[in-house]
């Protein structure tokens, strides 16, 4: 499958993320060696380096570049670390952490969404993510803990389920507010005694829905 060839914007990709903040040289490494342009539409391939979210299929998006080094870095991750995603999209996010971590359960509870996006990790050869079709809401028991949990769809609250899967010392983060509008970036932390919320920045993400889609 052929890069898009677009040199402009892909060399303001990285002085773009170290403008706006994103220090993390092990992140910028993963977000320049992995190609942006395989996972976004094909008809979209031109605009994948720019600082933009870009829809994909199911009427769900993949997230703007900030965004996801963002919310990559602000989990801290380490080479040890067990990490699951809610919301695989076109699966460019898990490709992200995958660089950086041990390995990536990600669910996706959209059929085609997750089929593509295994097929395209797969063939990229990005071999410590699995896809799960699933309700990242009702995470199957036997996944067992994790050490960091990151959302890339947008939830009203956190629900415990999710809190509950972290290891001692382990950080999830999501966007939270209303399905419909500006939601907080939140980043939890499981101390010794107990949880710690921060507030981070303001987003706005595609809503976060319960169960797997009858549909696509």
């Known amino acids: 499958m052929p890069a898009a060839q677009n040199p402009p914007e892909k060399m303001m990709f990285q002085l773009s993320?170290?403008?706006?903040?994103?220090?993390?040289?092990?992140?910028?490494?993963?977000?320049?060696?992995?190609?942006?342009d395989l996972f976004v539409a094909a008809?979209?391939?031109?605009?994948?380096?720019?600082?933009?979210?870009?829809?994909?299929?199911?009427?769900?998006?993949i997230s703007q570049p900030f965004v996801v080094a963002?919310?990559?870095?602000?989990?801290?991750?380490?080479?040890q670390h067990r990490v699951l995603e809610i919301?695989?999209?076109?699966?460019?996010?898990?490709?992200?952490?995958?660089?950086?971590?041990?390995?990536?359960?990600?669910?996706e509870r959209y059929r085609?969404?997750?089929?593509?996006?295994?097929?395209?990790?797969?063939?990229?050869?990005y071999d410590n993510i699995e896809v799960l079709l699933g309700d990242g809401f009702d995470v199957p028991p036997g996944a067992g803990q994790f050490d960091r949990i990151i959302v890339t769809a947008a939830m009203e609250q956190i629900p415990q389920s999710l809190t509950a899967r972290?290891?001692?010392?382990g950080i999830l983060i999501a966007p939270v507010g209303p399905h419909r509008g500006i939601?907080?970036?939140?980043?939890?932390?499981?101390?010794?005694?107990?949880?710690?919320?921060?507030e981070l920045v303001d987003v706005r993400f595609v809503p976060a829905l319960p169960g797997v889609a009858r549909e696509l």
Do not use: F, N
Not at 71 to 77: A, F, S, V
Not at 87 to 100: C, D, N
Not at 166 to 169: A, C, I, V
């Open 17 to 36: 993320l170290r403008r706006r903040g994103i220090s993390d040289l092990a992140v910028l490494r993963a977000m320049e060696e992995v190609p942006r």
């Open 43 to 61: 008809a979209d391939r031109a605009d994948a380096y720019r600082d933009s979210a870009l829809g994909i299929a199911c009427g769900q998006t």
């Open 70 to 79: 963002y919310m990559t870095e602000q989990l801290q991750l380490q080479k």
């Open 87 to 107: 919301g695989t999209g076109s699966g460019y996010q898990a490709a992200i952490l995958s660089r950086l971590c041990r390995h990536v359960l990600t669910i």
């Open 112 to 125: 085609t969404l997750a089929d593509s996006a295994r097929s395209r990790l797969e063939e990229l050869r």
């Open 166 to 169: 972290l290891e001692p010392g």
């Open 183 to 198: 939601q907080t970036l939140v980043r939890v932390t499981r101390t010794d005694t107990g949880l710690e919320r921060k």
